[in-house]
């Protein structure tokens, strides 16, 4: 199923949905306010792995420690981790599109599948 940007013409909210093509263009309550009919269907460009996510993606669960680790991460990777010990996301890669996400867990020797 195809995912879908949608927002809520009274309360704004906005998020991606799957839906099937023939119902995707339906609109629906909305699931934060749930104002009937108000959750509608946005253009959008297509999704792809360049696309930011609406909330960047902290990956706890391969954060590093070691300051060299992480600057060869990075160097590799090209994503985002603090290199500031005082920082509470030192070492924790912080992936803004998908593309970033699959490098990091990819570097942390994870496989996506679909």
């Known amino acids: 199923m195809p995912l879908y940007d949608y927002q809520c013409k009274v309360c704004k909210h906005a998020d991606e ?6 119902s995707s263009a339906e609109p629906r309550a909305c699931p934060k306010c749930g104002a009937d009919g108000s959750y509608e269907r946005q253009v959008s460009l297509p999704h792809s792995d360049l696309i930011e996510f609406h909330k960047p993606i902290e990956m706890f669960s391969i954060a590093m420690e070691d300051p060299e680790e992480i600057k060869r991460f990075i160097t590799k990777t090209g994503v985002a ?29 994870f496989e996506e599948r679909s």
């Open 81 to 109: 981790v603090s290199l500031d010990p005082s920082d509470p996301l030192y070492g924790v890669p912080i992936a803004r599109n998908r593309s970033e996400k699959r490098k990091a867990l990819n570097d942390a020797g």
């Open 17 to 22: 949905e799957f839906f099937k093509i023939a």
